[in-house]
């Protein structure tokens, strides 16, 4: 019997092909929606994961796989596929827009040992390639220090800040974290560069909007170069301090830059998305240890999003 926030038959048809199937030589997993529903609860609750209902399992079951799927890239497989089926279909918006939020880190973030993180394994040609070598590949517990985590220390306390692209239906594209002190305008390009939907037949990837919308944290000559190289439309409003130094320079200066009111309105959306996200507890404060675990977790809450819209 499903409970409320638990993987819809719908849903579940949609993941189980692509997870990760048993094989005779490192045993079986334990049932992928079982556990994925163990995880949906965590996420919606921040609860603390022993301490999850028993009806999804053992706990440390849970952990570990969740883990194991922020390290080797399985997440964020699920995502890109999730976006492929909805961008083959026509229903991705490409207007998309840009900003970050600060997320409060709770006191139990902190204190990994400062063993380097694991490399992500990557995603997999084939599923069955996958499975063999998974365990073999279980991420080491530990980190790099709070800064190597994405975690800093403010006025406001322990924070971490994510960065994300969200496309016209308020439904994030891309996530980077990064310490809650880091600059919004330092992460443009990696994020943007993180763009990547699949094709589901023969092609590349998608990685270019239509446009690109942004406040003014974002205006700056980098960003606005970056876009004009790969000849993405844009919607930054000028800073204060950079119309004036334009017009003291005169024709030196150079033209404003273009500004369409109404599609500035729309940056509303990557708003919405975030608050669509923090709307997962799990997200909203921080409770992992280890950055790519929180990473981890959001892109399960952005792939949640995906599903259900």
């Given amino acids: 019997m499903l409970s409320r926030g638990d993987l819809t038959d719908g849903e579940w048809a949609v993941l189980e092909p692509l997870l990760p199937r048993s094989s005779n030589r490192c045993g079986r ?13 965590r996420l919606s609750t921040g609860c603390q994961w022993r301490k999850l209902p028993e009806r999804f399992g ?13 390290a080797d890239g399985t997440w964020e497989r699920l995502l890109q596929h999730v976006q492929a089926v909805a961008d083959a279909a026509g229903e991705i918006d490409w207007n998309i827009n840009v900003d970050s939020t600060s997320v409060r880190a709770h006191q139990h973030a902190v204190g990994a040992p400062k063993d380097p993180p694991p490399a992500p394994q990557g995603a997999s040609k084939g599923v069955s390639q996958r499975s063999v070598h998974l365990r073999a590949h279980a991420p080491v517990p530990g980190g790099g220090g709070a800064a190597g985590e994405a975690l800093s220390r ?17 439904r994030p594209l891309s996530l980077v974290i990064t310490p809650g002190q880091r600059a919004d305008c330092t992460q443009f390009e990696p994020v943007m560069d993180k763009i990547r939907v699949p094709r589901l037949g023969a092609g590349r990837p ?3 909007p239509d446009s690109v919308g942004a ?17 993405i439309r844009h919607v930054i409003p ?27 309105a729309a940056r509303n959306t990557v708003e919405r ?21 929180y990473l981890g977790t959001v892109t399960a809450a952005a792939l949640l999003i995906w599903l259900r819209s």
């Fill in 154 to 170: 403010s006025r406001g306390g322990l924070t971490t800040k994510l960065h994300l692209r969200a496309d016209g239906r308020c």
């Fill in 215 to 231: 406040e003014k944290a974002y205006s700056n000559s980098l960003t606005r170069s970056y876009l004009r190289r790969r000849g």
């Fill in 273 to 293: 998305a975030i608050n669509k996200i923090k709307q997962f507890r799990a997200i909203a404060t921080r409770y992992d240890k280890r950055g790519y675990v």
């Fill in 238 to 264: 000028e800073e204060s301090d950079s119309r004036t130094v334009r017009w003291r320079r005169g024709s030196d200066g150079g033209r404003p830059p273009g500004f369409d009111k109404a599609r500035y």
């Fill in 206 to 208: 998608r990685r270019l």
């Fill in 29 to 41: 997993w334990r049932d992928h929606r079982q556990v994925i529903n163990g995880i949906i609860h």
């Fill in 58 to 70: 053992p706990w440390q079951t849970i952990h570990k796989r969740h883990a194991l799927w922020s």
